[in-house]
C-alpha cells in the first residue's frame, strides 16, 4: 500500500514517483472543488509540482473552467484554436491526420509570455491502447543538483524565450490562419524563484529558450545544451501513464513536461484549462 502524504481531510495524495508527483483520490473534479478541498489540493500541488486526479468523470468545460478559476484567471493560448464557447478551453486532439502533437518537445507551457501560465489542468478522454504517456522534470531538483560554480555562474543571467519558431503555422490544419499575428517572445532568469515555495528552480527548456543573453552564439548554445541535457535526466523525472478520464495538473513554474507521439495513428484527445502565473524573478 503506498504511502499517504501530507495530512489531508479532504483527499488523499500518494507519491507518484520519487522525482515528483502525486496520485490524488477522494475528489471527484467534474462537481467542482469545495473552499477546503480547493486549499488542500493546492498546497498538495506545492508539495509534489503535478497531481494525477484518478477514478474522474467527463469533467464539462464549464466545470473545467470553474476549477481552473479557483487557482488564478486563465490564461488565454497564443497559438491554440478556441473552442466554440469556451475560448479559454484548448483542446488537445491527435489523430491519423495531425501535423504534430501538442506538448511534443520538452517545455514548460508558453513560456515565451512575460508572464507565463502558473499551471494546467488537463483531462483526457480518448485514449490510444497504448502509448500516449507524458513525462514530467522536477527542475527544482535539476537546479539543486548542479556544481555551486555552475549555480554561480547562471546567477543574474537571462534567456529569450521564443514562439514563432514554434507557433507559425502550428494550428493551420485545425483553421487557425496566422497571418498577419505575431507571436510572443520574453526574456526570464535562467534560474528562477518560486513565488509561493521560495525555492529556486532551473526556468530553460528545448522548444522555446533559443538565448542566454550576453553570451557568444556559440557560448550561449553550449550552455543551454548542457542545461537541457541535464535536466532531461531520467533521475528528476516520472512518465505518466494515462487512463481514461485522468486528470494531470501542473504547475510549471517548477516543472517542464514532454507529450509523446508514440502512438499514430490512434487518437488521443481531450481538453486543458491554463491559469495564468507571474513574471518570473
Ligand atoms: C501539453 O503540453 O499541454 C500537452 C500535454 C499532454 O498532452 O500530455
Known amino acids: 500500500m503506498p504511502t499517504v502524504t501530507g495530512g489531508y481531510r479532504r483527499i488523499r495524495v500518494t507519491p507518484y514517483g520519487p522525482a515528483l508527483g502525486g496520485a490524488v483520490r477522494g475528489v471527484d473534479l467534474a462537481r467542482g472543488l469545495d473552499r477546503e478541498t480547493y486549499a488542500e489540493v493546492r498546497r498538495a500541488l506545492l508539495d509534489r509540482q503535478v497531481l494525477f ?33 469556451y475560448p479559454e478551453v484548448f483542446e488537445i486532439h491527435v489523430h491519423r491526420d495531425s501535423r504534430v502533437a501538442n506538448g511534443e518537445f520538452w517545455h514548460s507551457d508558453v513560456s515565451c509570455d512575460e508572464e507565463p501560465p502558473m499551471g494546467t489542468i488537463l483531462q483526457l ?12 522534470v522536477n527542475m527544482y531538483a535539476a537546479y539543486e543538483t548542479l556544481p555551486d560554480a555552475l549555480k554561480n555562474r547562471l546567477s543574474g543571467l537571462t534567456a529569450r524565450h521564443a514562439s514563432e519558431h514554434v507557433y507559425r503555422e502550428r494550428y493551420s490544419d485545425r483553421g487557425v490562419d496566422d497571418r498577419g499575428k505575431a507571436y510572443p517572445s520574453a526574456d526570464h532568469p535562467v534560474v528562477r524563484t518560486h513565488p509561493e515555495t521560495g525555492r529556486k528552480a532551473l526556468y530553460v527548456n528545448r522548444t522555446f529558450t533559443t538565448r542566454i543573453n550576453g ?6 548554445r553550449a550552455l543551454l545544451e548542457s542545461l537541457f541535457d541535464h535536466c532531461e535526466e531520467p533521475r528528476f523525472q516520472i512518465r505518466f501513464r494515462w487512463e481514461l478520464n485522468d486528470v494531470a495538473f501542473w504547475d ?30
Open 53 to 85: 486526479f484518478k477514478e474522474q468523470s467527463e469533467i464539462s468545460p464549464e466545470t473545467q473552467v470553474a476549477v481552473g478559476r479557483m487557482f488564478g484567471p486563465l490564461h488565454m493560448h497564443p497559438a491554440a484554436p478556441r473552442m466554440s464557447g
Open 125 to 136: 478522454h480518448v485514449l490510444p491502447a497504448s502509448g500516449g504517456d507524458t513525462i514530467f
Open 215 to 220: 553570451l557568444s552564439a556559440s557560448e550561449s
Open 252 to 281: 510549471n513554474r517548477c516543472t517542464m513536461h514532454h507529450a509523446i507521439w508514440d502512438y499514430w495513428p490512434e487518437e488521443r484527445k481531450g481538453r486543458r484549462v491554463t491559469i495564468r502565473g507571474d513574471r518570473p524573478r
